[in-house]
């Protein structure tokens, strides 16, 4: 069923853009989504920025001829390299990103000192501080790299001691510097929600952008939000963990994901033939299986 409402097209390098999914369904249930996941490049963390670029630049014109009316880019990496080229490439798409999100959420805790938890390509182009320092020049910022975290939670691997060895390693240079306040910079990290909180003071307020990217880009839509046509979700590879976690995660079941992929110079995705059905991405296995019950959605303490 076609209508002339806007399907809103969301895409990260892997899982954690449904952090930002499952923030608009919780407002707007049936809200049409467009999903991308780039599993054939996951991380984009400690990739060259240019190739990042790229990458994103891509997606976005893929999602657009896949109908999407706007953009979302649940992604920090794509946010950081690629917001502004997209931006000036189609003038009249809404398009958002998470860091300036971010930002403004996290100063509106009023802190004077905060923490950043992203990836290695985040944290080096030094993304959160200058969003930060944009709005409050004199706000402290402690960035610590989280390389670990994404491979992980690619795997479908949220607790255990895999998991606390490196939050406890990641978490140590914020806590020191006195921060209260810690941006999860990266859409992968709300997953992790549960096992983070579990080793913080009760005082310690976690920040996922979600929330304020997607209200910004709400905002640009006004109510031309298509809540009627079914939302759909394409990998750029196969993947074990990608529907049973991420159905965990959103407390609905994801429909069968679609696979599409790179071309050979790896600048843009290759639609497939509407005149037959786009292959399944889906590869399920029984550890898929185990990874979904060890998903979960969060905790009290996470604030958009």
Not at 122 to 142: D, F, N, R, S
Not at 148 to 153: E, G, S, T
Not at 234 to 239: G, K
């Amino acid at each position: 069923m076609s209508t002339n409402f806007i399907k809103i097209g969301i895409f990260d390098s892997g899982l954690g853009g449904l952090s930002v999914v499952r923030e608009l369904l919780a407002g707007y249930p049936s809200a049409s989504v467009l999903y991308f996941g780039d599993i054939a490049h996951v991380p984009y963390g400690g990739k060259p920025l240019d190739d990042v670029r790229d990458f994103a630049l891509g997606i976005v014109d893929y999602l657009l001829q896949e109908g999407a009316g706007a953009i979302l880019m649940a992604c920090n990496m794509s946010s950081a390299v690629a917001l502004d080229a997209a931006r000036a490439n189609y003038p009249y798409v809404p398009i958002a990103g998470v860091i300036e999100a971010g930002a403004r959420a996290a100063l509106s805790n009023n802190a004077d000192k905060i923490a950043v938890l992203a990836t290695e390509g985040t944290v080096a182009m030094g993304a959160y501080e200058k969003a930060l320092h944009k709005i409050a020049p004199q706000i402290q910022v402690t960035q610590t790299a989280c390389p670990d975290f994404v491979p992980l939670i690619e795997r479908g691997e949220l607790s255990g001691p895999n998991i606390q060895a490196a939050a406890r390693r990641y978490l140590t240079p914020g806590l020191d510097s006195g921060a209260r306040t810690i941006i999860l910079g990266c859409t992968h990290y709300p997953f992790l929600l549960p096992a983070l909180q579990k080793l913080v003071p009760d005082d310690v307020k976690f920040i996922d952008p979600a929330g304020e990217a997607v209200k910004e880009i709400l905002t640009r839509i006004g109510s031309d939000l298509d809540t009627i046509n079914p939302s759909r979700f394409i990998l750029s590879a196969p993947s074990s963990a990608f529907r049973p976690v991420g159905s965990r995660f959103l407390g609905r079941t994801l429909p069968e994901l679609e696979l599409a992929g790179w071309d050979s110079d790896g600048k843009r995705i290759q639609p497939y033939s509407t005149s037959k059905p786009a292959p399944s991405a889906d590869k399920l296995s029984s550890a898929g299986s185990h990874y979904a019950e060890t998903a979960t959605t969060g905790g009290a303490n996470a604030t958009n």
